[in-house]
């Protein structure tokens, strides 16, 4: 499997605002008990490609509605938790809805049961981020832009 199409599991790759409140609500998740981790942050235009395909040309469940550059996973400003067994597996068994209040709690935005693992930053736009990657070339720059307006929201 190419290094593109991989899962990436490192909060390095995240937004700094964004990966600090994500491990501060994983930290008071598991000392409340849970047994939750980041599954993925990060993703590559490649990485999200195959995903979108996953259900429509290519074998699997559709897992996603983003097309590739609609993903806040692209930008470092979104994350997807799951729970992991006593095994070490991991599963989406698992009471998301009692989580959300902690993630909501250290202001991330939450999209409900239907993505229940799924936390962004409360950024203003795709197309904004798109914009400004294009024309900065830099995600340091779409994450000031979305902090920005995170603090206007928060």
Known sequence: MSIKLKINRDPQNLCPWFADRLSSA???CQALG?????????RSTERQEALYAQGRTSRGKIITNAR???????????ADIAYLTPAGQWTWDGDFIRLSPIFIGQGLKWLGPGDAGHYECPASSLKAARQLLESE???????SDALKKADQKL
Do not use: T
């Open 26 to 28: 994983l930290a008071e």
């Open 34 to 42: 849970f047994r939750v981790a980041l599954f993925e942050g990060f």
């Open 68 to 78: 590739p550059g609609y993903s806040w996973h692209q930008y470092g400003l979104a």
């Open 137 to 143: 070339g830099s995600l340091e720059e779409v994450w």
